[in-house]
């Protein structure tokens, strides 16, 4: 069976994913909403309400009364209450018109319907009836007169089980939704270790392992965005784990704002999660009758190890988030002029750049920031999103139509949500900026962040920025966001609803996005931000790529790239080769090494054309031939970590297989260069055991980019002894290996 069934002698809700099932329980007279099992696919439930160990003290208050308080603090919740029992995370703090905040939710009824409506002013992932079904839990809390409606929608074709909580105040009198968490999750602890991703500009989304111990593990962002400091995920992962092997739980936020994601251990052992808008800085007003829609959070279950929760994540966002129409295109190979002029260029540079591009294959010429007002530095003009003509003499549309006609596409940057305090904008309106009373707002790169949940400050900008899209055939934008939110005041709302701004904030980006791409259909959006701090799912719905981070150096960079690949299909992964001393580190890496590492995202440059040596140029022409040979497979395949040099500090290694095993690429990328060490064997995945692979070098250097190694392997011997990896010279040295099934 898959899908969705209630079970009504068990009162009993049995969620089935082709290799996982989700139980949710009713207890008692009064209707808890409790959590049975979430793992492992089930093919009888038989049993299963034992889970919930009511036979056991403090039995349900049905029974015993007197130890009320003990059931709600031990029972395994779907999502807890607050206030009257539950001494563990809440899930929901509301506070009525008395100024109290307690809670607690009782099943009221049940829908289970094909398909999955759409969350709105939200991104989240969709599907057709015949790919998913979902159930709607519509629960009450009697006293308040709130209803939440918890939603869970299950797909045919991942394990991926997406959740959701939207309210509705029932009642008479207004109330305050201090917490809205979108998931909650009770289950024992087996030991788990955790897992989530850290960092800071240029070191974005390194994996960082835990044992998750007494107490409350979480992971956090209070910049208005999803950030880089922090990301809206973690795992909970049996001791064992691996790649290939071990239990593991993955919770992922489809929200680019504020956000709280917690793994709490109790006095009994058990484990809740919870994952939500971070409730710090946020209270939404409801009023008699209103509703409030939290946004989506995706869980996860893999018993076969990383690798496949990895999987299941990729063909959902591939299958069920991103919309674009670009999503299953090659994405034209570009060349952004920020590293190689940042702000000083003018209409003649670009074209040099472009020719000289053109030349080598490259399809796209985007130009980056610095082209508009009196933009000749980052210290002024955001917001006066008009071309400069001191810059591009002739005016936007010249310029374009000449990097048309060299056969090239043309692109542009915008930092749409964001103003200069030198800025006609500013100087107009100066109370567009966030901004408390009494207190001067800070700067970070000179800039302040426009309040666009104001309806007018949306309109204004994009209305600027439509105005500039439709002057020229512009085919590409990126969507760039400098600096994380402060001093945040929204004037215009009531001081009881100052606690809205930050996701109001959130809901009027997500709105001009949609209404960018609907003016905009065939449009290639990139987002951005400070490199990635805003690289999360909830912006996959509006972008099929995101800009991963601003270290373009090929070798710190894999930490980067191995942590958001864990999550994102490398298509979503915006990946440059930039030039050496590197802007970031001044490391020297070989050219070919850059090229290879991007080659595993989107893949473009980002230098100075007329710059480069002949040599590397010459490169420029091979990695482009082998972007356009295999872009299809990185796309579109199966990506298997195989090696980290974040753990072995000797090199990087994964693998990219059809999905029918007919062939796979091998990324393989060295360290530091050690002596007198022998070749290694790395075992592979993914290949069908009794075919026969020939394996090839894929060389930029070679006419038909392929170098026949002579050496053909059955997929068993492939994936149980290994591949032959050759020690490289020098430091930094890497390969591509293809495999194609004989
Ligand atoms: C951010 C982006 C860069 C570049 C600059 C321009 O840092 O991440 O790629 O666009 O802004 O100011």
Known sequence: MMGIAYLAAERVFQLDTPNTTYLIGIVGTEGFLGHLYYGKKLNSVQGAESLFRLEEPPYTPDTNARERLDFLDTFPTEYSGHGVGDFRESSIRVKDKNGHSAVQLFYVSHEIYRGKRALEGLPATFGSEDQVTTLVITCE?????????????????????????????????????????????????????????????????????????RGSFRVASLRGESSQQEHPFLALASPDITQEQGEVYGFHFVYSGNFLAQAQVSQFDSVRVVMGINPEDFCWKLEAGEGFQAPEAILIYSCRGLDFMTQNLHDLYRSHLIRSPYLHRKRPVLINNWEGTYFDFDEKKLLEIAKESAALGIEMLVMDDGWFGNRFDDARALGDWRVNE????????????????????????????????????????????????????????????????????????????FAVLHSANVEYVKWDMNRSLSDVAGIGLPKDRQGEIYHRYVLGMYEMQERLIAEFPD????????????????????????????????????????????????????????????????????????????????????????????????????????????????????????????????????????????????????????????????????????????????????????????????????????????????????????????
């Open 390 to 465: 001191e810059k591009l003499k002739g005016g936007l549309k010249a310029l374009v139509d000449q990097v048309n006609g060299l056969g090239m596409k043309f692109g542009m940057w915008f930092e749409p949500e964001m103003i200069s305090g030198d800025s006609d904008l500013y100087r107009a309106h100066p109370d567009w900026a966030f901004a408390l009373p009494d207190r001067e707002p800070c700067r970070h790169r000179n800039q302040y962040v426009l309040d666009i949940s104001r309806r007018e400050v949306r309109d204004c900008i994009l209305e600027r920025m």
């Open 141 to 213: 809390d009697p006293v308040l007169k709130l209803r939440a409606r918890l939603s869970y929608s299950v797909f045919q074709d991942t394990d991926c089980i997406a959740r959701s909580v939207s309210f509705e105040n029932a009642g008479d009198d207004a109330l305050y939704l201090e917490k809205a968490m979108s998931m909650c999750l009770d289950m024992d602890n087996r030991d788990f270790q955790v897992c989530s991703l850290h960092g800071s500009w240029g070191r974005e989304r390194h994996i960082e392992w835990n044992r998750l111990g």
């Open 523 to 742: 449009l290639l959006l990139e987002n951005c931000s400070a490199g990635g701090a805003r690289f999360d799912p909830g912006m996959l719905y509006y972008s099929p790529q995101i800009w991963c981070t601003d270290d373009t150096d090929a070798i710190e960079r894999l930490a980067i790239q191995e942590g958001t690949a864990m999550l994102y299909p490398l298509s979503a992964m915006g990946a440059h080769v930039s030039v050496c001393p590197n802007h970031a580190t001044g490391r020297v890496t070989p050219f070919a090494t850059r090229g290879n590492v991007a080659l595993a995202g989107t893949f473009g440059y980002e230098l100075d054309m007329t710059k480069l040596k002949p040599e590397d140029k010459e490169l420029v022409r091979g990695q482009v031939a082998l972007y356009h040979r295999f872009n299809d497979l990185i796309r579109e395949g199966v990506y298997h970590r195989l090696a980290s040099l974040r753990e072995n500090h000797d090199y990087d290694c994964f693998q990219i297989c059809s999905r029918d095993g007919g062939e796979a690429l091998v990324f393989y990328i060295e360290g530091m260069k050690r002596p007198n060490q022998r070749s290694r064997f790395q075992r592979l995945r993914g290949l069908e055991g009794e075919a026969l692979y020939r394996i090839c070098v894929a060389d930029p250097k070679e006419a038909g980019l392929l170098q026949d190694t002579g050496n053909i392997m059955s997929g068993d011997v492939l994936m149980n002894a290994g591949i032959k990896l050759e020690r490289l010279w020098g430091d930094f040295g890497s390969r591509i290996l293809y495999l194609k099934r004989e």
